[in-house]
């Protein structure tokens, strides 16, 4: 199975700061087709989860546009450009290119 | 709009089992694959299954496979997860999601039904 590291855990932020969240694939997720198959996913305290980026960069409906998503290959990173209160959650990358799916293991994302 | 609820979440003594339904709303549900995903509370989140639009092929996780069966009943707008010979490490929330078909994606999701496996 294709395993899924994000880093760092735990991110405490600062409301209005930027953030930024690495998720890392043991192995290429270009899949046969050309595309690659990436996706983040916020967990809000008590929710379930919600999708906010998938194909690495393409932001869903209803995505505030400070989330994008960026990377290629191997590496991939989220990134919120001013942290507002509602963005507090676990925030999950999962890779659509291999089965079976996979998910990191998701960051903290907090208060400071 | 897109709804999945999930029921059927329990206490159950190992061992034994539970039959998780899920009834989706505001799409047309034998059109998409369906998949079903598990979250130990305080957790990661593990996928462990899918059907295809009209149910005639199945995946599932090793750690689930033999054990587990998902079905659907497209006349009713539901999906099903059989689950078998229960352990403790079953205890999860499990969530039914759609699959985003070409996206390889996961698009809409419930709210989970909890299920714990204890004596």
């Known amino acids: 199975d294709v395993v899924m590291t994000q880093s760092p855990l735990s991110l405490p932020v600062t409301l209005g700061q930027p953030a930024s969240i690495s998720c890392r694939s043991s192995?290429?997720?270009?899949?046969?087709?050309?595309?690659?198959?990436l996706n983040w996913f916020q967990q809000r305290p008590g929710q379930s989860p919600r999708r906010l980026i998938y194909?690495?960069?393409n932001r869903d409906s209803g995505v505030p546009d400070r989330f994008s998503g960026s990377g290629s290959g191997t590496d991939f990173t989220l990134e919120i450009s001013r942290v507002e209160a509602e963005d507090i959650g676990v925030y999950y990358c999962?890779?659509?290119?291999?089965?079976?799916?996979?998910f990191g293991q998701g960051t903290k994302v907090d208060i400071k | 709009e897109v709804q999945l609820v999930e029921s059927g979440g329990d206490l159950v003594q190992p061992g034994g089992s539970l039959r998780l339904s899920c009834v989706a709303s505001?799409?047309?549900?034998?059109?998409?694959?369906m998949h079903w995903v598990r979250q130990v509370p305080g957790k990661g989140l593990v996928w462990l299954s899918r059907?295809?639009?009209?149910?005639?092929?199945?995946d599932y996780a090793d750690s689930v496979r033999g054990r587990f069966t998902i079905s659907r009943d497209n006349a009713k707008n539901t999906l099903y997860l059989q689950m078998n010979s229960l352990r403790a490490d079953d205890t999860a929330v499990y969530y039914c999601?759609?699959?985003?078909?070409?996206?390889?994606?996961?698009?809409?999701w419930g709210r989970g039904t909890l299920v714990t496996v204890s004596s």
């Open positions: 059907i295809r639009s009209d149910g005639r092929y199945t």
């Open positions: 999962m890779q659509g290119t291999n089965w079976p799916w996979t």
């Open positions: 192995q290429s997720l270009v899949h046969r087709d050309g595309n690659t198959y």
């Open positions: 505001g799409f047309t549900f034998s059109n998409y694959w």
């Open positions: 194909q690495v960069s």
């Open positions: 999601a759609r699959d985003d078909y070409g996206r390889n994606s996961l698009d809409y």
